[in-house]
């Protein structure tokens, strides 16, 4: 009978060796990451190395503990909020929190599973998180209730922690190659568990906490202080936006909801330290109303190119 026998297709389908093969799957950015993770399992648990197992149980399953997440998962995201009216997301001010504070909302621990991560990461889409229940409360009191406070993340960031995971299995099958450690099919001699090297799970983590990409710093868009001309010109915004509020096709609620954030912003103005996080907020809900009544292209340019100016629009 013509063609390769099926006993020989079996063994040439292992005829890499396990910690080669795990080389290759390592470096090839197409092979999934939880497919990765359970060769490098076969493999830790082969040479009885249980700290490498645990971990990759963990990236597999997901971190129950934050306490076990590791420094590559800890990504620094941007803050944003959005109105009670739409979808988009805005950058929120962090400037007028306590030294350190912003530097604490800007940063999450991500325990998600690695397949998660993986495909959120292959959408291109930037991720939004929200906070746990007790810091958003606690930022939308600051926000006076004007809107929805987040973590944002880019899909660049999500895939900085797969690669993470992929750098540290390549570092520890390339270690294992150079000790004389490949293994024969999915099997090693005793020769090759005696001479597994002594390389740690947590020395390989370290080596990777600067993979990671992340987004700019909070400081650069997210702390800065309102000059006089800037509230003469919102002032002056918000006075054509009332005279204009009789002929915008809104419901009396949210006419009356727009007069509110008008008054907000007006407050605001006159406060010898205005905030930007309430600024912020009350211009993203005026921008949704008005783009719901359908409001003159001008007047929305104009609250668009506040929102621009002060890094709330990009």
């Known amino acids: 009978m013509a063609g390769t026998p099926p006993a020989k297709q079996r063994k040439t389908e292992r005829d890499m060796a396990l910690v080669i093969e795990l080389q290759s799957k390592a470096a090839d950015s197409s092979c999934p990451g939880s497919e990765l993770l359970r060769l490098t399992l076969i ?14 149980q963990k990236e597999l399953n997901g971190y129950r503990d934050i306490n076990d997440v590791p420094k590559y998962r ?10 009670l009216y739409g979808q988009q997301w805005f950058p929120m001010v962090l400037s007028n929190l306590e030294k350190g504070v912003p530097d604490k909302l800007t940063t999450m621990w991500l325990p998600y599973p690695i397949s998660e991560i993986e495909n959120d990461a292959a959408r291109g889409e930037d991720l939004i998180l929200s906070y746990d229940e007790d810091v958003e409360a ?14 944002k993340f880019t899909s660049s960031q999500l895939m900085g922690i797969v690669n993470a995971v992929r750098n540290i299995i390549l570092e520890w099958a390339l270690s294992l190659e150079q000790a004389g450690v490949v293994g024969e099919g999915l099997t090693f001699n005793q020769t090759e568990k005696s001479s597994v090297p002594s390389l740690s799970i947590e020395t390989l983590i370290n080596q990777v906490t600067n993979s990671q990409i992340q987004v700019r710093s909070p400081g650069a868009q997210q702390n800065f202080q309102i000059k006089g001309d800037d509230l003469e010109g919102i002032r002056a915004l918000i006075t054509d936006l009332l005279k204009a509020v009789p002929t915008l096709a809104l419901s009396e609620q949210q006419k009356a909801e727009l007069k509110s954030e008008a008054d907000t912003i007006y407050a605001q103005c006159e406060s010898p330290k205005p905030k930007p996080a309430i600024l912020s907020a009350s211009l993203s809900t005026i921008l949704q109303l008005v783009q719901i009544a359908n ?19 990009s």
């Open 74 to 83: 800890r990504v620094r995201g941007l803050a944003v909020v959005r109105s």
């Open 138 to 151: 606690m930022l939308m009191r600051g926000l006076h209730g004007r809107g929805q406070p987040a973590l």
């Open 295 to 313: 409001a003159s292209g001008s007047l929305i340019d104009r609250i668009q190119q506040i929102l621009r100016h002060f890094g709330f629009l």
């Open 43 to 56: 493999t830790a648990r082969k040479l009885n190395r249980e700290d490498f197992a645990d971990w990759i």
